[in-house]
T-cell receptor
Framework: SQTIHQWPATLVQPVGSPLSLECTVE??????LYWYRQAAGRGLQLLFY??????ISSEVPQNLSASRPQDRQFILSSKKLLLSDSGFYLC???????????FGPGTRLTVL | DAKTTQPNSMESNEEEPVHLPCNHS???????IHWYRQLPSQGPEYVIH???SNVNNRMASLAIAEDRKSSTLILHRATLRDAAVYYC?????????????FGKGTRLHILP
């Protein structure tokens, strides 16, 4: 069976500090990977998606970046956090030939 | 991208059926209709999907209009645990670059 992990589960960071959120998937190979953000009381916003190692597509211009150094690893980063970066960050994967996305448990980020 | 329209919120009594509508008048022939739900402080959870025919699974049923321009998610007997935001989404799973764009969804309230 497949599983998806995200860490940390919660994070409190000061404005201007760097960020690194990690997502890993087990039990499947060559998945599509996605990063979403959900601000408080808002819907889910697609930030990045990747169809393969080193391949990143950005949906929204911002101070965040994503990388996929390994097939089942997806990293969300920032050099300097803004207050507006606070939110619930969700990683998701989709298996190659199926039509469902599976979401991780999320990371709740608070920028102070 | 094809988009969907859902009511902002709905209310239902516990142990009664719930019909959640979704309009997707610009759906293309290759779009699948997906439903996800998000419980508080959790990532979205897959509920059901379909292409043309009605679908049933252990969680819900999906009724798709003959012209595919609308669909209805049916919860046969709502429980308090079904209180969540329900998202109706169009996807193209055979497209390697397929990405899910979440709208605002319908917030379902279940009254005891």
């Amino acid at each position: 069976s497949q599983t998806i992990h995200q860490w940390p589960a919660t994070l409190v960071q000061p404005v201007g500090s760097p960020l690194s959120l990690e997502c890993t998937v087990e039990g499947t190979s060559n998945p599509n990977l996605y990063w979403y953000r959900q601000a408080a009381g808002r819907g889910l916003q697609l930030l990045f998606y990747s169809v393969g190692i080193g391949q990143i597509s950005s949906e929204v211009p911002q101070n965040l970046s994503a990388s996929r150094p390994q097939d089942r690893q997806f990293i969300l980063s920032s050099k300097k956090l803004l207050l507006s970066d606070s939110g619930f960050y969700l990683c998701a994967y989709k298996r190659g030939l199926t039509d469902t996305q599976y979401f991780g448990p999320g990371t709740r980020l608070t920028v102070l | 991208d094809a988009k969907t329209t859902q009511p902002n919120s709905m209310e239902s009594n516990e142990e009664e059926p719930v019909h959640l509508p979704c309009n997707h008048s610009t759906i293309s022939g290759t779009d699948y209709i997906h439903w996800y739900r998000q419980l508080p402080s959790q990532g979205p959870e897959y509920v059901i999907h379909g292409l043309t025919s009605n679908v049933n699974n252990r969680m819900a049923s999906l009724a798709i209009a003959e012209d595919r321009k609308s669909s209805t998610l049916i919860l046969h007997r709502a429980t308090l645990r079904d209180a969540a935001v329900y998202y109706c989404i169009l996807t193209q799973p055979m497209n390697r670059d397929d990405k899910i764009i979440f709208g605002k969804g319908t917030r379902l309230h279940i009254l005891p």
